[in-house]
């Protein structure tokens, strides 16, 4: 009898997390899914996923849930993806998205897991290398691109030394159902959402005329969750996601036209970020045999849908704030 492969899901609770633990499933992986639920929630498991509450940055818990479970494959995708908050949050953001990450590296080279498989960002390259490539050097400007960069370092050591086998997916701006609209920090179609289903206008930083890719959940998920049955892809990098870039005003105006909302346009002081950022997926595309993804009107439409269904939390998420200055203006109600 062929054994049912073991998964771990690291954040398997939140928005890509969930998606790619119900990929797992459907391809009769057994799932357990480990989530402390500061970014998730429990509504978004997948019925038949093994839930264990806790942190990655909890070594002992780790410790009990590898040695009881053996996993064949983990799939880390536990993080708080926010860039511009980062600055601000730098000991939490690399407590949790280094000493966690590294927690569960240790153990998957301990217990010779068969693949690692790591949700990355496009936040390692930087800026002024668009349309970004593998092969382009990375230069992260912020603490969570920095971080990010730091893991993928550190599991191509692994695998050298260990023999770990990975994978590490660059998604970007990935957008869709079950995404977090109570989060104001990260993600612009869901705060966008959330914005106007709070009958408030829609905060835009600058003039608007960043660019950005925007890529739907099942463009994304899907592909890290099948990563492992495809040996084309071990010990390899990807970037994945959407390839048409739009800019940040544009988009605005796109999403209230999917939410049958008439626009209200507020302009924030600029902040500090990459001005431009998308990617070439020429590589995933060959690897996974890829033809098409999803045009950004179809996708708002499905999130839109969801969307307004959603019940809002009354309170935003909550930050210690470790550095004050240069903190955006608009950003300062939520400390």
């Not at 799939?75 to 708080?80: E, G, I, S, T």
């Not at 897991?113 to 912020?142: C, H, L, W």
């Not at 909550?318 to 939520?334: A, G, M, R």
Request: net charge positive.
């Amino acid at each position: 009898m062929k054994k049912v492969p073991v998964s771990l899901v690291t954040g398997g609770a939140g928005f890509i997390g969930s998606h790619v633990s119900q990929y797992l499933i459907n391809s009769q992986h057994k799932v357990v899914i480990l989530d402390d639920l500061s970014g998730g929630d429990k509504e978004n498991i997948p019925t038949g996923a093994i839930f264990v509450g806790g942190s990655i940055i909890n070594n002992k818990l780790l410790t009990k849930i590898f040695d009881r479970y053996r996993f064949d494959y983990v799939f880390h995708l536990a993080a708080y993806a926010a860039e511009g908050l980062s600055h601000f949050i730098r000991r939490f953001n690399y407590t949790n998205n280094i000493i966690g990450s590294e927690n569960l590296i240790n153990l998957s080279a301990k217990h010779k897991v068969k693949r690692f498989v790591f949700t990355s960002s496009i936040a390692v390259y930087g800026a002024n290398q668009t349309p970004f490539t593998e092969e382009a050097v990375p230069r992260p400007e912020d603490p969570y691109g920095i971080a990010k960069y730091a893991v993928e370092l550190d599991l191509q050591a692994a695998y050298r030394l260990f023999g770990l086998n990975y994978t590490i997916f660059r998604p970007h701006n990935v957008y869709g159902e079950r995404q977090n609209l109570n989060d104001p920090f990260r993600n612009v179609i869901g705060i966008f959402m959330r914005q106007m289903k709070r009958d408030e206008p829609l905060t835009v930083f600058g003039d608007g005329r960043q660019t950005r890719a925007f890529s739907y959940i099942d463009d994304v998920a899907p592909y890290i969750a099948g990563c492992v049955g495809n040996d084309k892809t071990a010990n390899q990098i990807y970037n994945i996601g959407a390839d048409t870039p739009y800019r940040v005003l544009d988009l605005a105006y796109m999403v209230t036209a999917t939410m049958g909302v008439k626009p209200d346009i507020i302009h924030l002081p600029s902040r500090k970020e990459v001005i431009d950022a998308y990617s070439n997926h020429r590589k995933v595309r060959r690897d996974f045999g890829i033809k098409n993804t999803v045009p950004l009107n179809e996708g708002l439409k499905k999130m839109a849908t969801w969307a307004k269904t959603v019940k809002l939390k009354k309170k935003a998420i909550k930050f210690q704030l470790e550095l004050s200055k240069n903190l955006p203006v608009s950003w300062k109600k939520y400390f």
